[in-house]
Each structure stands twice: as structure tokens, then as C-alpha cells.
């Protein structure tokens, strides 16, 4: 699929950061989806949760304030704001596996038409494994938001019919951003065996033709609707 | 009066044995007790299990413990980052038995173990890799796979502060691991910056009771091992 | 700016529904929400499942809510006290249902249900008529019974000062219940004695991060209901 | 049985009391037991457990002392020792389960050859179940002491071969203080089937035979031994 006016990565950040609602609890995933917090305003009061124990993260520290105690999953010197708590490892995955993080932002290898996820393994016979608390965050946040390129480098779709590397976690993705499209995944509907894929918005000369042909899958046309839907 | 603080390292390692499972706190190098791990390379006990996070990380700690050649197995979620290349290297030259485990199901196992809880049902990992061989069930159509406690003989752990009896509190997001770790050893030994008279310590505010931790030794800020 | 405190009692618990399961912290008087007890039993909800450590004591706070008969069914590990006349005469009569919980598998069950734990092996209480119907595992040579989380709808608790996130810290043994319920519940109302600016609050010291929390009720003590 | 010199409740406080090791961690029960903390010496440096959510309980608290958010199990106003702690629930009942207390001292209706304890529940027909923390304890301890008188008011034996009033917790109890004797149960072999009860002191005129009469059970004589055996 040829599109000359993908999004960027950053607007692709300033997207899912602009559709994170008022208030909510958010956990942002090593890589990418930590730059979504660039984007977020003061006046949407989002909190985020970093797994190593802590609620009320702030930006990335600089200079003085570097502390190395104060780090966040991705092992790099943060801020704490107003408001912030400590809690040890325990807490801190009751927490994301009990349901209490609104939103979770993570990265992926594929993403299947049932929103299973593969982001932790290529699935390649020499590598070393690795997981960390990604199969945490995909099963325990309400809602799982996936920013990824729509396709590899050899142009396949990573929005699939069926996942071809190693889950992560089945039917927990609700949101894929990529450079061309959003897509709504109802996992509810999939998960009974009818998986659902809505296309919520498109981005440059993109065509619902286009990305039906290039991910094989029947995609709902939601663009029409309001460009961004509520989550649960 | 109870006071568990001891004069040095090597003499709170000395009775570690060959074959100990052994859990270390820290998240990356947050909480991470670095002279304790420089005390067991000393001590030299061999054949460890060890418990962390991670695999270590660049030249020193955990990764030395491992260079060292010490340890047979290591339990962690997250063992491959762009400077763990001691890892990297034992494992793929087949010289250390590697057990990886979701974070949050290696930081509930840990939990369970000092809790007394005998197995537990976690939704994560389900359909993946990692619970293959594992006993699954589906409660409230939710789907499970059994975990089981993971007990140590030792843990070592790095807190900000402790009193006489071992009461502890820790430092941002190094208390990661810590209080888990304490909960789930025979025997805990905490490294700390700082030890503070009895009830200096707010009742309302201590981490971990002293009930969890048996040695005590305390490494000035910036000492090095 | 995030603000959680609401008005009343009255405002904070409209709509808690017949049926509801209702969670409510204290051990014996210590962490007891009267005052949120007095609103629910003013409010009416019916058919209600309380969970307790309790069935109440004397003539205020819970045992006025079982005596108002607006309750179902409780589930608690000791209701009868020397001053559990209440519930003692209506279980007598037939007129509400008991489900008695060892106080551990009690504490366990519903630190699971927040925690997103299926169900866990307690040692507790094999062998014994609480353990009856339930299943059993063998583990490691020590005897298990298979226990499930306690969900509510809605947890009724008392702090000592809570910031206008929710974040929270208690007062000595009046702790109990109190975290862990909050994480159990759909909503969780805390009535508090003090209100802290945000940021007041130490963020090494806060018992339930504000996560937890939904609607904050300052009581100013002393007050009555 | 009869025994004109046993001993009194304060006495047999005062004995297992000066029977707790140096720096033990105790739960003292609802009951009698909560007496045996008269007679701890601060030399002793017995740390104090409430179920309740606290580490390092001191004295009951009297006057200006009473704080209603500071109480026992048995809901009585406490007051807190230096190095005390406090905790949530799980946290507690936690601390008791994962095998951390040393000691716990429990009252009971019965309490088998095989270390089995029945003190919950009197098997009445119209009695209201309250279990409380006494399974918790019953399993959770290292060593569960449990006080007793002997007899019934009836004149049997508390001590039997098998219990007739409803568990408590199976093969837990490890040693019984009566007002004529103190039984050690070696529970390890009980488990195996082969239970063994050790006589370890005898007070007043009690003599073995008459304890063997009076139980049933196959007294082994410790009473050669050290007063006070070692615990685990």
C-alpha cells in the first residue's frame, strides 16, 4: 500500500495523546509509546503508572534532578509530580493485573483481527527471551492502545487475520494507531468467535479499499462517526 | 536489645552454600545491592539459583556475579537489554539455565511465597509461551494458568534506612523488589545507607517490618565495595 | 485539577443500589466508617451483602444497618462477640445470611479481587467444617484449599487524611480492612478526618494510592452523623 | 484426676512466659493467653504480633493512653513499643501464614495426640460459628503453645486421642500448658501416623501414671529432661 501523507511518529504520539481521556491512569510502554507523554497537557490530568512502583510519573529528569532511585520501566531518570506514591513490585502488578490502569500504550510485532497481541518475542530460534511486564499490561488495563507502523518492511500488513509470531496476550487489544489508519477492535465480539474491526480514522490519501486489500480482513468503515470514540 | 546490624559484608554472606537459591532486589541498577553482590563474588558460594528482575546490566553487580560463573540458573522477566551482554554470552554458549517469567507473575510467585500461599490462578500468560505445561482454568469465563511460590534460601536487598531491629524503609522506585524479596528467604540480609536508633522510625511508615530481615549492614553513600 | 471530595455523605452514597455488595473497613470500632454506615442505612439500599470482619457491635454503625434490615447476607470471620446482639438475634430468627471466612482467607480473598487473582491454595482452614465443598490440593506434602476473591460493588472505609487525588494514609491499628478494600471494590467512599493539599502527603508514606479511591467524605471528628 | 497443688491461671501464664525465647516474634490469643505478656521481661525482647495489623504491641493502655485506633485482637486499647509497625490486613494475616511468627499462644477446647486443635467452635447445634484468626494461627505459626486447663468440668480430658469437637487446624499444636502438666507433641511424627507426646514437667502431686489414666495416650517421661525444651 503506497501512502504519500502518513503520519509521523510524533503525530502519531500527539494522536493517542489527544485521545486519552480526562483524568485516566495510563501505563506507557518502553520505545514509542513513552513519547506520547511529550504530548500530553497539564489540563488532562492523566496519571501515569510506571511498574517499577510508582504512580504520578513526571518527564524525563535532566541534570539535577537526575536520581538514579527514580527510574521508570525503561530504565531512565524520571520526575515525580504532586500527588505521586510509591509501592513495591507486588502492588504494582496487583494494580495493572486487578484491572485499576485505564489505558495501557504498547508496541507490537502484530496485532490479530481479535486483538490478540505478539510484542515480546520475534519468535526467532536464537533469541534470548525476554518478556518483562508486557503480558502484565496487555491482560490487566481496561483498554490497550497499540502504536505501530501498519507494515513491515517487506510491506505486510501486521494487522492480521491470525498472529504468526508468539502471543502476548489474547483479545485484550481495544486501539491500534498506526501512520495511516486507527482501528477499534471489539474484543468482546471476537472473543465469541465474530472479531470486529473498526476503522475510526484514515490519514493521507488512504482508502478503506486499500487497507481491506492489504490486511485481508473485512473492516468496519467508522469514520464516519465522531473521530474519536469513547472508551470503556 | 535486638540489633541485627553486622560489622561488614563478608561476615553477613559468610554461611551462603553452594547450591543456595539466592534473590536480589533491584530494578535495572535501582535498588540493586551492589556490595552485597561484590561480598557473594568473594564469598564464592557456586551453583547459585538466582532471582532478579534482570540479567544484569553492563560490567558490575549482578552481571559480574554472572560473569564469575557462580550461578546456574537465573529466574527473571527481562534478562535481554542492550547491556547485558555477560548474559547474553553464558546463555548462548549454554552456561546458565535461564527460567523468564512475566514481571508481575515473578513479583506475585515471590509474594505468595512469603504469604504462605501454596499456588495461585493469574490471568497473565495465558495462551503464550511461557505458561505452556502449566495447569489452566477458566474462572468466571476468564482464563488462568497456575503459579507457584518462589521460595529463597537468601535475599539480598538494599533499603534507604533501618533501624535496630530491622524495621526498613526504602527510596523511590528502588523499593521495587525489596519488600517482596524480604518476605520470601529464610534468611534476608539488607544492605543500607543509613541506621537510624529505634523509633526513629514512623510506626505508620515502615516498609518492611523488622520481622522480615535478619543482617543488617550499612554502606556509606558513595563507598565502594 | 482532580478533586474527589464530595459535599455529604448523603451526595457521595446516591447510588449505591438494592442488591449491592458492600464492603465496609474497620475491626471492631478501629477504622469503622460510622458515619458512611449511618448514610447507607439513611439512603435504604436493600437485600445487601456486607463484608466485614464483624457483624457489628452495640447499637451504632453496622449493627444498626443489620437492625434496619437492609441486609442479606454478611460475610465476616467473628460476629458473635459480647456485644453482637443484634446480629445475633436476627440470625437466630432466620432473618439474614452468614458466611463465615477464616480472617485470613478473609483478608486474602479480597486483597485478590483487587490484585486480579483467580483464586489462590490457602493452608487455612483444611480439614475443618469452613473448608467443607471446597476443593483441595496437596502441595509439596502440605495440604491446600482452593479459595476465590471477594468483589464488591461498593467499599465504605475510614482514613486519617487523604489528599484531593484520594491518595491516603490511616491511623495505627485502624488500618486493617481499609487498603485492601479499596482495591476491591467497583467504587470505593472513604470518609476521612483530615483533607491535605495536594502534594502534602509524602509520596513514600501513602498507604492507598488515590488509584484506589473514587469519592472522598471529610468528617471532621468529633462530628456526629 | 485430682491434684491438690496445680497451678494457678498465673502461674501457668508465668511459665510459658519465661519459656519464650529471647527476640521471639508472639501472637497471644483472645482469652488467657493475652495474660502471658504480664510476665514477659524486657530482656526477653519479645516482639509482640496483633492480628489486627501491628507489629511491637506494648501493655494495655489505661487513661490518657487510650487511643481507640490503637487495640488489640480482642478489641482492648493498646499501646505501641519502640520499632513497632503497622500494616494492612492481607499484610498481616500474610506475616502469620508465610510461617514468620515463632510463637503463638491460643486457648482450646481440645487438643489431640496428633497436635490437632479444636478451640472455634463448641459442635453446639444452635451456636453462632465466629472463627476469627484462630485458623490463621493454628497453621500459620512455627509453634502453636496452646493453655489449658486438663479437664473438662466433668472431669475429662482435654487432651485426647481423637477430637470430637470441630478442627481448628490439623497437626499444629506443638506444645500444651496445663495446670498439671506441660505435653510436648511431636507433630512431625504425629503427621506420619505415629504421633508421640512427651510429658515434659509435672506440678503439684501429678504423677505420669495418673496422666496416662486420665488421657488414654501413651505418655512418653520427659520430665528427666531440661524444664524447658528448645523449640524450633
Given at each position: 500500500?503506497?501512502?504519500?501523507?502518513?503520519?509521523?511518529?510524533?503525530?502519531?504520539?500527539?494522536?493517542?495523546?489527544?485521545?486519552?481521556?480526562?483524568?485516566?491512569?495510563?501505563?506507557?510502554?518502553?520505545?514509542?509509546?513513552?513519547?506520547?507523554?511529550?504530548?500530553?497537557?497539564?489540563?488532562?490530568?492523566?496519571?501515569?503508572?510506571?511498574?517499577?512502583?510508582?504512580?504520578?510519573?513526571?518527564?524525563?529528569?535532566?541534570?539535577?534532578?537526575?536520581?538514579?532511585?527514580?527510574?521508570?520501566?525503561?530504565?531512565?531518570?524520571?520526575?515525580?509530580?504532586?500527588?505521586?506514591?510509591?509501592?513495591?513490585?507486588?502492588?504494582?502488578?496487583?494494580?495493572?493485573?486487578?484491572?485499576?490502569?485505564?489505558?495501557?500504550?504498547?508496541?507490537?510485532?502484530?496485532?490479530?483481527?481479535?486483538?490478540?497481541?505478539?510484542?515480546?518475542?520475534?519468535?526467532?530460534?536464537?533469541?534470548?527471551?525476554?518478556?518483562?511486564?508486557?503480558?502484565?499490561?496487555?491482560?490487566?488495563?481496561?483498554?490497550?492502545?497499540?502504536?505501530?507502523?501498519?507494515?513491515?518492511?517487506?510491506?505486510?500488513?501486521?494487522l492480521v487475520d491470525h498472529l504468526t509470531y508468539p502471543v502476548t496476550g489474547l483479545a485484550c487489544v481495544t486501539r491500534v494507531y498506526t501512520e495511516v489508519a486507527v482501528f477499534d477492535i471489539d474484543t468482546v465480539s471476537g472473543a465469541s468467535g465474530t472479531p470486529r474491526v473498526t476503522v475510526t480514522a484514515m490519514f493521507g490519501d488512504t482508502?478503506?479499499?486499500?487497507?481491506?486489500?492489504?490486511?485481508?480482513?473485512?473492516?468496519?468503515?467508522?469514520?464516519?462517526?465522531?473521530?474519536?470514540?469513547?472508551?470503556? | 536489645?535486638?540489633?541485627?546490624?553486622?560489622?561488614?559484608?563478608?561476615?553477613?554472606?559468610?554461611?551462603?552454600?553452594?547450591?543456595?537459591?539466592?534473590?536480589?532486589?533491584?530494578?535495572?541498577?535501582?535498588?540493586?545491592?551492589i556490595e552485597l553482590i561484590d561480598g557473594l563474588i568473594r564469598h564464592g558460594a557456586t551453583d547459585l539459583t538466582i532471582v532478579n528482575n534482570n540479567a544484569g546490566n553492563g560490567e558490575f553487580g549482578l552481571a559480574l556475579l554472572i560473569k564469575s560463573g557462580f550461578v546456574r540458573k537465573i529466574i527473571c522477566s527481562f534478562p535481554r537489554q542492550?547491556?547485558?551482554?555477560?548474559?547474553?554470552?553464558?546463555?548462548?554458549?549454554?552456561?546458565?539455565?535461564?527460567?523468564?517469567?512475566?514481571?508481575?507473575?515473578?513479583?506475585?510467585?515471590?509474594?505468595?511465597?512469603?504469604?504462605?500461599?501454596?499456588?495461585?490462578?493469574?490471568?497473565?500468560?495465558?495462551?503464550?509461551?511461557?505458561?505452556?505445561?502449566?495447569?489452566?482454568?477458566?474462572?468466571?469465563?476468564?482464563?488462568?494458568?497456575?503459579?507457584?511460590?518462589?521460595?529463597?534460601?537468601?535475599?539480598?536487598?538494599?533499603?534507604?534506612?533501618?533501624?535496630?531491629?530491622?524495621?526498613?524503609?526504602?527510596?523511590?522506585?528502588?523499593?521495587?523488589?525489596?519488600?517482596?524479596?524480604?518476605?520470601?528467604?529464610?534468611?534476608?540480609?539488607?544492605?543500607?545507607?543509613?541506621?537510624?536508633?529505634?523509633?526513629?522510625?514512623?510506626?505508620?511508615?515502615?516498609?518492611?517490618?523488622?520481622?522480615?530481615?535478619?543482617?543488617?549492614?550499612?554502606?556509606?553513600?558513595?563507598?565502594?565495595?
Open positions: 500500500m503506497s501512502n504519500e501523507n502518513p503520519l509521523t511518529r510524533a503525530e502519531m504520539a500527539q494522536r493517542v495523546a489527544a485521545d486519552i481521556p480526562y483524568g485516566s491512569v495510563v501505563n506507557l510502554g518502553i520505545g514509542i509509546p513513552t513519547s506520547v507523554s511529550n504530548y500530553l497537557t497539564p489540563e488532562q490530568d492523566v496519571i501515569l503508572h510506571t511498574e517499577n512502583g510508582m504512580l504520578g510519573m513526571g518527564p524525563e529528569a535532566h541534570g539535577d534532578e537526575i536520581d538514579n532511585d527514580l527510574i521508570n520501566a525503561g530504565k531512565i531518570p524520571v520526575t515525580e509530580l504532586p500527588g505521586a506514591s510509591y509501592f513495591h513490585h507486588a502492588d504494582s502488578f496487583a494494580m495493572m493485573r486487578g484491572g485499576h490502569l485505564d489505558i495501557a500504550v504498547l508496541g507490537a510485532f502484530q496485532v490479530s483481527a481479535a486483538g490478540d497481541l505478539a510484542n515480546w518475542h520475534t519468535g526467532a530460534e536464537d533469541a534470548i527471551p525476554a518478556v518483562g511486564g508486557a503480558m502484565d499490561l496487555a491482560v490487566g488495563a481496561k483498554n490497550v492502545f497499540v502504536m505501530m507502523e501498519l507494515t513491515t518492511k517487506k510491506g505486510e500488513s501486521k482508502t478503506l479499499a486499500s487497507l481491506r486489500d492489504l490486511t485481508g480482513i473485512p473492516l468496519v468503515d467508522g469514520t464516519t462517526n465522531s473521530p474519536t470514540k469513547g472508551i470503556s | 536489645m535486638i540489633n541485627k546490624l553486622h560489622d561488614s559484608v563478608d561476615e553477613a554472606l559468610a554461611d551462603i552454600p553452594d547450591g543456595a537459591t539466592v534473590m536480589i532486589g533491584g530494578f535495572g541498577q535501582a535498588g540493586q545491592p542492550v547491556d547485558s551482554q555477560i548474559f547474553d554470552e553464558r546463555y548462548r554458549a549454554g552456561l546458565i539455565e535461564l527460567e523468564v517469567v512475566p514481571q508481575g507473575n515473578l513479583a506475585e510467585r515471590i509474594r505468595a511465597a512469603g504469604a504462605g500461599i501454596g499456588g495461585f490462578f493469574s490471568p497473565t500468560g495465558f495462551g503464550t509461551l511461557l505458561a505452556e505445561g502449566k495447569e489452566t482454568r477458566t474462572i468466571d469465563g476468564k482464563n488462568y494458568v497456575l503459579e507457584s511460590p518462589i521460595h529463597a534460601d537468601f535475599s539480598l536487598i538494599k533499603a534507604h534506612a533501618a533501624d535496630p531491629m530491622g524495621n526498613l524503609v526504602f527510596r523511590k522506585t528502588a523499593r521495587n523488589f525489596g519488600p517482596i524479596m524480604a518476605t520470601a528467604a529464610k534468611t534476608t540480609i539488607v544492605q543500607v545507607t543509613d541506621v537510624v536508633a529505634l523509633g526513629a522510625l514512623d510506626p505508620e511508615n515502615i516498609i518492611t517490618p523488622g520481622i522480615y530481615v535478619n543482617r543488617i549492614v550499612q554502606i556509606s553513600q558513595g563507598a565502594t565495595a
